[in-house]
């Protein structure tokens, strides 16, 4: 089982803050890697950072905002200075905004160009740009692991759900193409792939789920209704998938989505 192990390897996680990128930080320390939490808000990264410390794994707080090309840089240096290594990055941010999705009053036709574009931007160039600042470090040392996070939106798009399902379909087709490219033009020690979660309560989308006595809300029972497992995920579930693309035991694996979803990919309904 030493084909899963991580140890003296550095990994960065962007989205780091959040539940899902949380769950899979933990999953990688747990497995032996020095993870950096990279996040927007300094207080909270380094409060994840202390909380895995404090069960004795490796953890460095590495604030920075995945859309700023000079904050990732600087991210990069401090970690390097610390590590000198950086192996895995995990693209863990992202997520939907409101003003990009078609319910209740909003239609089509009503769709403010501004909010298609910034939930593209942090969504798709939000995973482009930490590929290209820490990757730049992978393909130096001729071997890395990228991780992408899709969602079950890329394959089969959700009524109301229009800014966010294209740019996590962009972001199956960059996994694609940048694994292509990297060992093609770097060596086949670099490797890219995605995890397509399917669906997890978080922060954002916990209200559309669930109602505030924990009951499922009519959109929380469609998804459950065409979910074969008929239950959402924890996000625990996704750190086999992550541990197993990040570490050797996938060595012979790119270009890849991965679905993590209770059968909800496979299911058409009847």
Not at 182 to 201: C, D, E, S, T, W
């Amino acid at each position: 089982m030493n084909l899963f192990s991580l140890e003296g390897k550095t990994a960065v996680v962007t989205g780091g803050t959040g539940v899902l990128g949380g769950a899979i930080a933990r999953g990688l320390a747990q497995a032996g890697a020095t993870v950096a939490i990279l996040g927007r808000r300094e207080a909270k990264a380094q409060e994840v950072a202390e909380a895995l410390q404090k069960e004795g794994l490796r953890a460095i707080a590495t604030p920075a905002d995945v859309l700023d090309r000079g904050a990732l840089e600087a991210a990069r240096a401090a970690l390097l200075a610390q590590t000198g290594q950086i192996d895995i990055l995990f693209n863990v941010a992202g997520g939907n905004m409101p003003d990009a999705t078609v319910f209740g009053d909003l239609s089509f036709f009503d769709l403010e160009q501004e909010a298609l574009t910034n939930v593209m931007k942090l969504n798709m160039n939000g995973t482009v740009l930490p590929s290209q600042v820490f990757g730049e470090t992978m393909v130096k040392a001729g071997t890395g692991s990228i991780v992408n996070i899709s969602s079950m939106a890329a394959q089969k798009p959700l009524t109301r759900v229009i800014g966010y399902a294209a740019a996590k379909a962009a972001i199956d087709n960059f996994t694609k193409w940048l694994a292509v490219d990297l060992a093609q033009k770097h060596g086949a020690g670099l490797r890219v792939n995605a995890i397509a979660p399917g669906f997890f309560v978080g922060e954002q989308n916990r209200s559309f789920l669930l109602n505030d006595d924990n009951t499922l809300t009519p959109r929380g029972q469609q998804i459950i209704d065409h979910t074969p497992m008929a239950r959402f995920g924890e996000s625990e579930e996704l750190i086999g998938t992550s541990v197993w693309l990040a570490s050797d035991a996938s060595k012979f694996v790119t270009g890849i989505v991965v679905p993590v979803d209770g059968g909800y990919s496979a299911f058409g309904g009847i």
